[in-house]
């Protein structure tokens, strides 16, 4: 009997879904029932329960940058099953999927999908399963979220009115992944992107952005500060490469407490130390690294030229020489993540409908950083933040803790916001559109 009464309900989900048109009223006192039904579709079970299955497996089996294989391979396994035709690969792992009429307008949805490498510390039945790396940044749960605006679009491919791009991006995490795929030459003519980030910051139901700059740019440095070793008890025959790489930190957070204009928010942190291995032996040489931060990028180029010379100068003050890496190819510099301002207006008006517009916060700038930045230097992009606390459950930690947890409740949210503002935007471009069910050109 529960089998026939899944299917029975399998039946109702399917024709609700393909009985509705959702996308094709454009009137403003429409939009927020338009919107309000996506996030009852993205919350009925058939739709919820199988994002959870989904974000559980890519928890369960996380991968680095560019290592993401059995992640993609489940991502175009989906979308096979979906229907959803998509180039592969794209940037060594990536997956770039269609849905709509194949023809312009082409509007973007992007989800990264690499893991860090963490031990994680979180009990439970779908802890990690690879030793030494993790889900904690909730890169599985952006997967989910975007494999559910999938399922839901798919099922109303004939009223969109252009094409949705889905963007599942390997290597955010400091590997440049946005960068590679924008190389591979398979995101043109694209209207618009939009991004998200679930957070414990903010509650269930509410996101969070701002117009203009919302994270910093991003990079990363490693020097090697090169003395004479010797015994500890003489150092007067020795020239000492700690005490000069000590010399180096602290001259380095000079640089941004007596250099830099108080109103340009700037970050200089250490955060690698390694030198000597007794305590009686001064050693040879002193590797310290680190990374800084900025919201221009002539802030950034700025701060990016006085690190070295004060790495440089420093060391020789104290007879040393040092060599200076800023690991442009291992760990790209990722410019600043500023969000257009048309569409930032946009962006207010349909979260609002969808969620109230009270949900719907102004945030402050961050000095984290995002390479969803790499996409808006090239297309107009828009990126938000998607709350997940609860309070009547547990602390939910930071992410990249490794005992950061996802709010698997939120995935609707997410589903539905991405679906909204695809759908809307494409609309709002493409009012008049004729749009023909079932036909792909791939024009990108």
Same mark, same amino acid.
């Not at 690969?89 to 009429?101: H, L, N, Q, R, W």
């Not at 010379?309 to 020489?321: F, L, P, W, Y």
């Given at each position: ?8 309900n ?6 609700? !879904? ?6 094709s ?5 429409s ?7 996506f996030?009852d579709?993205?919350?009925d ?15 369960? &089996?996380p ?8 992640? +993609?391979?489940?991502?175009r ?5 979906l229907?959803?035709s998509?180039k /592969? ?12 009429t194949g023809?312009p #307008? ?5 989800a990264?999908m ?5 031990q994680e ?6 802890? +990690?399963?690879? #030793?030494?790396?993790m ?12 494999l ?8 109303h491919?004939? %009223?969109i ?6 963007v ?5 995490e *400091? *590997?440049g992944?946005?960068?590679?795929i ?5 995101l ?6 939009f =991004? ?5 910051? $903010?509650?269930i139901g509410e996101?969070?952005s701002?117009?203009? #700059?919302?994270?910093a740019?991003?990079?990363? @440095?490693e ?9 500890a008890?003489?150092?007067?025959? +020795?020239?000492d ?9 602290v001259s380095?957070?000079?640089i ?7 109103l340009?928010?700037q970050?200089?942190?250490? =955060?690698k @130390? ?5 305590? &009686?032996v001064?050693?040879?040489s002193?590797?310290? *690294?680190?990374?800084f ?10 701060l ?6 004060v ?8 007879r040393?020489?040092?060599?200076v ?6 760990? #790209? ?17 349909v979260a609002?409908s969808?969620l ?12 984290? +950083?995002?390479? @969803?930045a790499?996409y808006q %230097? ?7 933040? !998607?709350?997940?606390d609860?309070?009547s459950?547990?602390h939910l930690?930071?992410?990249?803790s490794? /005992?950061?947890?996802? &709010?698997?409740?939120?995935?609707? $949210?997410?589903?539905?916001?991405h679906v909204?503002?695809?759908?809307? $935007?494409?609309?709002?471009? &493409? ?9 792909h050109?791939?024009?990108?």
């Amino acid at each position: 009997m529960g089998f026939f009464f899944k299917w029975v309900n399998l039946f109702v989900f399917f024709h609700f !879904l393909a009985a509705t048109p959702i996308f094709s009223d454009s009137s403003s006192s429409s939009n927020a029932f338009v919107t309000t039904k996506f996030l009852d579709l993205a919350k009925d079970p058939l739709v919820f329960d199988w994002m959870i299955g989904i974000r559980r497996k890519i928890h369960e &089996n996380p991968e680095l940058g560019y290592e993401e294989f059995e992640t +993609s391979k489940l991502i175009r396994t989906e979308l096979d099953k979906l229907g959803i035709s998509y180039k /592969y690969p794209v940037a060594v792992t990536g997956v770039v999927g269609f849905i709509g009429t194949g023809l312009p #307008p082409f509007v973007a949805l992007r989800a990264d999908m690499d893991a860090l490498p963490l031990q994680e510390m979180v009990e439970w039945e779908h802890k +990690s399963k690879v #030793p030494g790396k993790m889900h904690a940044c909730g890169h599985d749960a952006h997967v989910a979220m975007l494999l559910g605006a999938a399922k839901i679009l798919k099922r109303h491919e004939n %009223e969109i009115r252009g094409t949705v791009v889905l963007v599942f991006q390997p290597a955010e995490e *400091g *590997g440049g992944g946005a960068k590679k795929i924008l190389d591979a030459g398979v995101l043109e003519n694209i209207s618009a992107i939009f =991004g998200l980030h679930i957070v414990p910051t $903010y509650p269930i139901g509410e996101v969070a952005s701002r117009s203009g #700059p919302i994270f910093a740019g991003s990079g990363f @440095f490693e020097a090697t500060i090169n003395g004479r070793g010797g015994h500890a008890a003489i150092p007067q025959h +020795s020239i000492d490469p700690i005490l000069a790489a000590s010399n180096v930190i602290v001259s380095l957070q000079h640089i941004v407490s007596r250099e830099v204009d108080p109103l340009d928010s700037q970050v200089v942190t250490v =955060g690698k @130390f390694q030198g000597g291995g007794a305590f &009686n032996v001064i050693p040879d040489s002193v590797t310290i *690294g680190g990374t800084f931060r900025a919201f221009s990028k002539e802030s950034f180029m700025q701060l990016r030229q006085r690190i070295e010379q004060v790495i440089t100068g420093q060391a020789a003050v104290q007879r040393c020489n040092a060599t200076v890496n800023f690991l442009d190819d291992e760990k #790209p510099f990722s410019p600043p993540t500023v969000n257009n301002g048309d569409l930032h207006g946009y962006f207010e008006s349909v979260a609002g409908s969808l969620l109230g517009v009270n949900n719907v916060k102004e945030m402050q700038p961050l000095m984290g +950083s995002e390479d @969803f930045a790499f996409y808006q %230097e090239v297309f107009p992009g828009y990126f938000f933040l !998607l709350g997940m606390d609860n309070a009547s459950n547990e602390h939910l930690e930071s992410p990249h803790s490794p /005992y950061f947890k996802i &709010n698997e409740d939120a995935l609707p $949210y997410g589903a539905a916001l991405h679906v909204s503002l695809a759908s809307s $935007y494409l609309l709002k471009l &493409n009012p008049d559109i004729s749009v023909v069910g079932g036909k792909h050109h791939d024009e990108l």
